[in-house]
């Protein structure tokens, strides 16, 4: 419950505060948001499993948002770095897929 | 990422990779679950009703603030619509630099074009206008010595008192030869505009000029050089002296302000045509 009230209290902060994104975070945040949604997609299905962790849940999650911030970053210097972030925005969304077929057979048996 | 997270043996990162054959897990997850007897269903409702705090959810909530944060700043930015060029990438900025840079410099040589051709028009239209002025100044000019405009300027008076009619047209035209001779500009005798087509006949007691017959006595009005023009009339063996010996009476004035408003007709020649044309 705390955690859900963490991520609306997050999002609302997020709007009403508009921080300016400082230009060398700017291409990374998109990548990181959505590497973050797959750790938490993932913890939540742990959770579902009764598996749940809460240590590992935050090495996923920060190592998920530091290693597709990465990648993104290697591919911008690379020069492929559009190319590399749509494949990474490819790879989370199927895991996010994945788990949240999981989480859905969990919730609602089907 | 998945390296290093295998080592600290984490279940859920073993659980993850796993999802390939996810067709086979719930048959097999159903009954692992109802093991402590809860189903996911009950777990999830048991995590969210009674909020417990704990440290793994207090963690847990800090991580999903930075991501609900994140997330609500990028939809933000991305939706702010006022520039289309946020989070474009760096190649596509230069290639909108470059197409702007193009458009920039196409406007610019039109700009030059542009402002060439108004130079020149401004250029032509002042020299029509120079042109214009010039032809005005000119026409005045000629029309000062055609007669067909007024003229004023310094000059002499020339009277000649003609009491016994020996006075003849021949004199007259000396005089006006004279005076020409003497630099006179424009002459114009008894209200008739001397021109370069005047001519002088005898008509009985009187002169006819271009056909206009005047009597004495003679008054001739000239502008010239007063300096020139008195002199030139004065000298010995002169005009002046010719006329006195007709018994005539001859006065020269000299002032400053003669006006010559006898004019003529402007006469389009019948034959003679400009051969500058």
């Known amino acids: ?110 | 990422m998945s390296d290093h997270e295998q080592k600290p043996g984490n279940r859920l990162r073993e659980e993850l990779p796993a999802e390939v054959p996810p067709a086979e897990a719930p048959a097999a997850d159903a009954p692992a679950g109802q093991q402590p007897g809860l189903t996911g269903r009950q777990r999830l409702v048991k995590g969210l009703w009674p909020p417990r705090v704990t440290r793994a959810q207090l963690i847990v909530a800090l991580l999903l603030f930075g991501l609900g944060f994140g997330l609500a700043v990028q939809v933000a930015s991305n939706s702010d619509g006022d520039s289309a060029l946020r989070g474009a990438r760096q190649e596509d900025l230069v290639r909108i630099l470059d197409e702007l840079d193009d458009r920039t410099q196409r406007l610019e040589d039109e700009k030059q074009g542009l402002e060439k051709q108004r130079d020149e028009l401004e250029n032509s239209s002042d020299q029509a206008e120079e042109a214009r002025r010039q032809t005005v100044e000119k026409e005045r000019q000629l029309g000062i010595l055609a007669g067909t405009v007024a003229a004023r300027g310094p000059g002499i008076t020339m009277t000649i008192e003609d009491t016994k009619g020996t006075v003849e047209a021949n004199m007259l035209l000396d005089a006006i030869q004279e005076l020409r001779a003497a630099g006179a500009e424009a002459i114009q005798v008894n209200g008739v505009r001397v021109v370069a087509g005047t001519y002088l006949e005898d008509s009985g007691k009187s002169v006819g000029v271009d056909g206009n017959k005047i009597n004495a006595p003679y008054r001739f009005k000239v502008i010239g050089k007063p300096q020139d023009l008195e002199p030139a009339l004065n000298i010995p063996g002169g005009v002046v002296q010719t006329l006195e010996k007709e018994h005539a009476t001859v006065t020269v004035e000299r002032s400053s302000k003669i006006v010559v408003d006898a004019l003529r007709a402007v006469k389009r020649p019948d034959y003679a045509r400009s051969s500058s044309q």
């Not at chain 1, 609302?12 to 300016?20: D, F, H, S």
């Not at chain 1, 962790?53 to 591919?75: H, P, T, Y």
């Not at chain 1, 949240?100 to 609602?108: G, L, N, P, Y």
């Open chain 1, 1 to 110: 419950m705390i955690a859900v009230l963490g991520l609306v209290v997050g999002v609302v902060a997020g709007l009403l505060v508009r921080p300016e994104v400082p230009a060398a975070v700017e291409p990374y945040l998109p990548i990181a948001v959505v590497a973050a949604l797959d750790a938490v997609f993932g913890g939540l299905r742990a959770m579902l499993d009764g598996i749940f962790d809460d240590k590992v849940f935050v090495v996923s999650f920060l190592s998920n948002v530091v290693v597709a911030a990465l990648i993104v970053f290697l591919g911008d210097k690379l020069g492929v770095g559009a190319q590399l972030s749509t494949g990474v925005v490819v790879v989370l969304g199927i895991r996010i897929f994945s788990n949240a077929a999981a989480i859905r057979r969990h919730v609602f048996r089907a």
